[in-house]
């Protein structure tokens, strides 16, 4: 059974630091492309980041451009999302997703369960 299991979030006073954590099981990952999603209240879910799972060439929203690090690492199956600079409007709930490369990521074959992540003002 594969499962995304987030952590890391919690809350946080603008301008601050998390570091979001996706531990990845149940499969072989080595043909996936790993996303960031998140979902702020009344708002729909947005993709923010996204790195094949063995590494390489990574993409971000224009929104998190220069603040958020995506990074993987194989030998304990994990994504992480590094985040810095924040700001009240990144308070959103943060899922991890895993997608076969070549989809789209309209509908990723995996999404983890979410991590709450609230910056104070």
């Known amino acids: 059974q594969v499962q995304l299991v987030e952590s890391g979030g919690g809350l946080v006073q603008a301008g601050g630091s998390l570091r979001l954590s996706c531990a990845a099981s149940?499969?072989?990952?080595?043909?996936?492309?790993m996303g960031w999603f998140r979902q702020a209240p009344g708002k729909g879910r947005e993709f923010v980041a996204a790195i094949p799972w063995s590494g390489g060439a990574t993409y971000y929203a224009d929104s998190v451009q220069g603040r958020f690090i995506i990074s993987t690492v194989n030998s304990n199956n994990t994504v992480y999302l590094q985040i810095y600079s924040l700001k009240p409007e990144d308070t959103a709930v943060y899922y991890c997703a895993a997608n076969r490369v070549g989809r789209t990521w309209s509908a990723p074959d995996y999404w983890g369960q979410g991590t709450q992540v609230t910056v104070s003002s």
């Open positions: 149940g499969r072989t990952f080595s043909r996936y492309v």
